[in-house]
């Protein structure tokens, strides 16, 4: 539906809806929620049960890798057993899930407890439980907040014993049908926060019979700039639901211009990517390169890591080139073939043809099962195909690992990929792929600064991957003295926005990295506050 369209549709119910909220504005009650993310940003993320990408749904670990990704809110959905124990479960059948069947109102907890809800998900999963409510409660506090997506037969009071004995209630926002809402409302006293949904249901009378919710869940093609200031005027929080088709930038670009306070999404990183692009206007103080892709959020060194990089806002992918038995150029970090792959042995002694006969994705999730080790082509052909969509460039980061230097060059000349590249390895192989491509950016590693002088004097790169260990603002400045840029990965230790931001306030040209929203973090606290 176009946003013409929808506008219209709801114009004369918007009067309405807001009407009705001006006149119970008494009965309004703002809730200062907790949050995780310091200083909060305008809008907020909410992830649909959990990184799902990145682990099985409404689990632990997919909780955890919301956390990690700096996350505000996770959607996860709550029904009850047959003895009485609210469990995290979306369907009301344990099947496809777990490693078991049958419905969740018919089991007890303990059978339940038995099952493997992560198995399914990829195998280093295995053993992962169905978690309790409590269990997520207690695991969320003081880190996530938690929308309670309420499935099936529901008892609020239960409900709000759990919540309030683990001194969850600003961390929470419970969502129902209004008649559940207002036994959960009355029973905690208005302590723990409710959420209805607008949508063609809705009927003015819930909001005239004391409802008095902290938050509103509106589908995100019913949105108005009026009705969000509408709820804002009176203290209400607006959560756009963007879910299927409504989970793209210009839906999120149009959320962020309204003031919508909490966006629900399957795409999370994405969401905060595009909010820190829409914000800063994409002037980023730092060049960001996706170490083998983003490896978060999709196998690493796959088409799919490499196109979720470039959605991130990135500026480089990194590759890693090997060359198969027979010649191909293809992008594998290691020289064999068990840790990301269902093969074995070495890159170089497997024919092509065989190598694309592999997996290189179930081992990071089943629904990765069908992804190949890439060539390089292939690559090429991705980055072009989202440049032109998009208009944005995402260049070359290249791992020279066991390349035939001619047909890379060859392969990236062809794709226009050449110019924009910058290519690491040892001097002299960066010197004998000067060779076939002598406009080719080179960067030879930097491990101590006294190997400034002669790198500069035997290579004359165009960058340097220097040490993080090493990096100081003095080198820095040395370097760029020299017309020569510093590249650096963060890895392990030096992943924190605080180490960031040291570096680029010391004028650091491109970082490396694993967890490109933690940077993107700190690019947003650097231009926005």
Not at 240 to 254: F, I, S
Not at 335 to 350: F, K, M, P, Q, Y
Not at 356 to 369: D, E, V
Not at 464 to 477: A, K, V
Request: proline letters at 5%.
């Amino acid at each position: 539906m176009s946003i013409r369209n929808f506008t219209t549709r709801i114009r004369y119910r918007t009067f309405f809806i807001l009407l009705a909220v001006f006149l119970a504005a008494d009965s309004f009650a703002a809730t200062t929620f907790f949050q995780p993310v310091d200083p909060p940003r305008k809008t907020q993320v909410m992830v649909h049960r959990g990184l799902m990408c990145a682990a099985p749904e409404n689990t632990l670990p997919a909780f955890q890798a919301a956390i990690e990704a700096g996350f505000e809110w996770v959607e996860t959905d709550i029904r009850l057993t047959r003895d009485g124990h609210y469990v995290l479960l979306h369907n009301d059948v344990v099947d496809g899930i777990t490693d078991g069947s049958g419905k969740v109102e018919e089991m007890l907890l303990a059978d339940l407890k038995k099952l493997d809800a992560g198995v399914r998900f990829a195998p280093s999963f295995k053993g992962t439980r169905v978690p309790t409510l409590r269990e997520a409660l207690e695991f969320c506090k003081g880190k996530i907040n938690l929308y309670l997506d309420c499935k099936g037969r529901i008892d609020p009071e239960t409900l709000v014993e759990e919540i309030q004995a683990t001194g969850m209630e600003s961390q929470v926002i419970v969502f129902d049908d209004p008649d559940v809402l207002k036994e959960v409302k009355r029973i905690s006293k208005g302590g723990v926060p409710i959420m209805p949904s607008i949508n063609d249901r809705l009927e003015v009378k819930y909001w005239m019979d004391s409802l008095s919710p902290q938050a509103v869940e509106v589908h995100a093609e019913l949105l108005t700039p009026e009705l969000v200031r509408g709820f804002h005027e009176v203290g209400v929080i607006v959560q756009a639901q963007t879910l299927g088709e409504r989970d793209c930038p210009e839906v999120w670009r149009r959320c962020f211009e309204m003031g919508v306070d909490w966006i629900q999404t399957d795409l999370g990183e994405e969401v905060l990517a595009e909010y820190v692009l829409f914000h800063t206007g994409a002037h980023f103080p730092v060049k960001i390169s996706s170490h083998r892709g983003a490896n978060e959020f999709a196998p690493e060194n796959t088409l799919p890591a490499y196109e979720k990089a470039a959605k991130l806002g990135v500026d480089f992918v990194e590759i890693d080139v090997h060359t198969t038995q027979d010649g191909e150029q293809v992008s594998i970090h290691d020289h064999t073939l068990e840790r990301t792959t269902n093969g074995t042995g070495a890159v170089s002694d497997i024919r092509f043809e065989d190598l694309r006969k592999l997996s290189a994705g179930a081992w990071f999730g089943a629904a990765y099962a069908d992804q190949k080790v890439p060539t390089i082509d292939e690559i090429c052909e991705l980055l072009n195909e989202f440049e032109t969509k998009t208009g944005r460039a995402v260049e070359l980061y290249v791992d020279c690992k066991a390349p035939n230097l001619e047909k890379l060059a060859d392969i990236l000349r062809k794709h226009r990929k050449l110019s924009g590249a910058v290519f690491y390895g040892s001097p002299d192989g960066l010197l004998l792929l000067r060779k076939y491509a002598p406009e080719a950016k080179l960067m030879p590693p930097m491990g101590s600064p006294s190997d400034l002088e002669p790198r500069a004097e035997k290579v004359k790169p165009y960058a340097l991957d220097t040490r993080w260990s090493i990096l100081s603002q003095e080198l820095i400045s040395n370097a760029h003295k020299k017309n020569i840029r510093i590249y650096s990965d963060a890895m392990g230790d030096n992943e924190t926005i605080e180490r960031y931001r040291e570096a680029i306030h010391w004028g650091i040209d491109t970082i490396q990295t694993d967890c490109i929203p933690r940077v993107l973090r700190a690019i947003e606290l650097e231009l926005l506050y």
